[in-house]
């Protein structure tokens, strides 16, 4: 009985401070699946008091997105912490907190969100050495790797982001993707109310999506990505970058495989996949994840400049075009920071 008392007061709280609190329902005939509360009533911490979800298929599928939905509100309010004080946190739940790089002390789970650009060596500055120990524990990293600076500096940028760390030295390309497919891939619909149960819910649900594209070997895993979207031959919006991403895993085999495996997460029908073919029957699927959309669209003659300048080669939007970690930073800066 006291617990149920606690909670109808969290509730209350929420709904008779509408100016600090934010309660988030998704429900589906009439039934809630989720409930969630973002208290905003200190100015750098989106705290979490409630969240929690019905025990059914869409549990983890649901908890996930309103993590990401947490950590894109957090961004873009410029808060740099996250903390959910849920008590009710079972082994499911936790395995979500975790994927979405939070990490538990003592009854919280929290994550910080840094949005700069940094070197590696400069990291303590912005967190507390506890702070950093916390995410170093949480890292299952081997010391005697030989990529061990390299996972180190990666794990970091993931667990801080959108932090970027500037000397980390990883792949980076400038990745072509039509404007059909942009449009349902990175329009921002964060605080749309979701429509669960239309066709492609559950592309608006996941914290990662698949891409496919011909199965080029020029593009490698873990990689950074900048999304050039395509001119709009419909609305004649001209060619610009949008947005960045992670490349978390890529896979190469039978076109049928690699739709079936990944159909979840995709936005093409199997007629989409079977363009992109080669002669073999075999396609590339990538994984990406954590996408951030810029404020502003980088125009296609600044990329074309930039390229000239920085890397002295044309910029050509059919293929992955692999570019300079400063490269990546001066459209990174002119499109968000």
Same mark, same amino acid.
């Given at each position: 009985m006291?617990k149920?008392?606690?909670?109808?007061?969290?509730?209350?709280?929420a709904?008779?401070?509408?100016?600090?609190?934010e309660?988030i329902?998704?429900?589906?005939?009439?039934?809630?699946?989720?409930?969630?509360?973002?208290?905003?009533? *200190?100015?750098e911490?989106?705290s979490?008091?409630?969240f929690?979800?019905l025990?059914n298929?869409l549990?983890?599928?649901?908890?996930k997105h309103?993590?990401?939905?947490a950590i894109?509100?957090?961004?873009?309010?410029?808060?740099?912490l996250?903390e959910i004080?849920?008590v009710?946190?079972? *082994?499911?739940?936790?395995?979500?907190?975790?994927?979405?790089?939070?990490?538990?002390?003592?009854?919280?789970?929290?994550?910080?969100?840094l949005q700069k650009?940094?070197?590696?060596?400069?990291?303590?500055?912005?967190?507390s050495?506890m702070?950093?120990? *916390?995410?170093?524990?949480?890292?299952?990293?081997?010391?005697?790797?030989?990529?061990?600076?390299?996972?180190k500096?990666?794990?970091?940028e993931?667990?801080?982001s959108?932090?970027k760390?500037?000397?980390?030295?990883i792949?980076?390309f400038?990745?072509?993707?039509?404007?059909?497919?942009?449009?349902?891939?990175?329009?921002?619909?964060?605080?749309?109310?979701?429509?669960?149960f239309?066709?492609?819910n *559950?592309?608006?649900?996941?914290?990662?999506?698949?891409y496919y594209?011909?199965?080029?070997?020029?593009?490698s895993a873990?990689?950074?990505?900048?999304?050039? =979207?395509s001119?709009?031959?419909?609305t004649?919006e001209?060619?610009h970058?949008?947005?960045?991403s992670?490349i978390?895993?890529?896979?190469?085999?039978?076109?049928?495989?690699?739709f079936k495996?990944f159909?979840?997460?995709?936005i093409?029908?199997w007629?989409?996949?079977?363009?992109?073919?080669?002669k073999n029957?075999k396609?590339?699927?990538?994984?990406?994840?954590?996408?951030?959309?810029?404020?502003?669209?980088?125009d296609?003659k600044f990329?074309?400049g930039?390229?000239?300048t920085k890397?002295?080669?044309k910029?050509?939007?059919?293929?992955?075009?692999k570019?300079?970690?400063e490269?990546?930073?001066a =459209?990174y800066?002119?499109?968000?920071?």
């Amino acid at each position: 009985m006291k617990k149920l008392i606690t909670f109808k007061k969290k509730i209350r709280k929420a709904l008779s401070s509408p100016h600090e609190y934010e309660l988030i329902t998704i429900s589906k005939s009439e039934e809630i699946l989720a409930l969630v509360i973002f208290d905003r009533s *200190e100015n750098e911490k989106l705290s979490i008091p409630i969240f929690r979800f019905l025990n059914n298929s869409l549990r983890i599928t649901l908890s996930k997105h309103l993590l990401f939905k947490a950590i894109l509100t957090s961004t873009n309010e410029n808060r740099s912490l996250i903390e959910i004080l849920e008590v009710y946190i079972d *082994e499911e739940l936790s395995n979500s907190l975790k994927e979405a790089r939070f990490i538990k002390t003592e009854e919280k789970w929290k994550k910080i969100n840094l949005q700069k650009i940094i070197d590696f060596g400069n990291i303590k500055e912005l967190i507390s050495e506890m702070e950093y120990e *916390e995410i170093e524990d949480s890292l299952i990293l081997d010391p005697g790797d030989e990529n061990y600076e390299f996972q180190k500096k990666y794990n970091l940028e993931r667990h801080l982001s959108p932090l970027k760390i500037q000397d980390l030295d990883i792949p980076t390309f400038i990745i072509s993707i039509k404007a059909v497919w942009a449009e349902q891939l990175f329009n921002d619909r964060s605080n749309e109310k979701l429509h669960l149960f239309e066709s492609k819910n *559950e592309l608006l649900l996941n914290r990662e999506n698949v891409y496919y594209r011909s199965s080029s070997r020029n593009l490698s895993a873990p990689a950074r990505i900048l999304w050039y =979207i395509s001119k709009n031959p419909i609305t004649k919006e001209k060619g610009h970058i949008k947005a960045v991403s992670y490349i978390d895993e890529i896979f190469i085999d039978d076109a049928k495989k690699l739709f079936k495996q990944f159909k979840q997460l995709g936005i093409y029908n199997w007629k989409d996949i079977q363009k992109t073919i080669d002669k073999n029957g075999k396609i590339m699927a990538f994984v990406f994840s954590d996408t951030e959309l810029f404020k502003r669209p980088v125009d296609l003659k600044f990329i074309k400049g930039l390229l000239k300048t920085k890397e002295e080669k044309k910029f050509m939007p059919l293929s992955p075009t692999k570019i300079k970690t400063e490269t990546y930073l001066a =459209i990174y800066k002119k499109g968000l920071l």
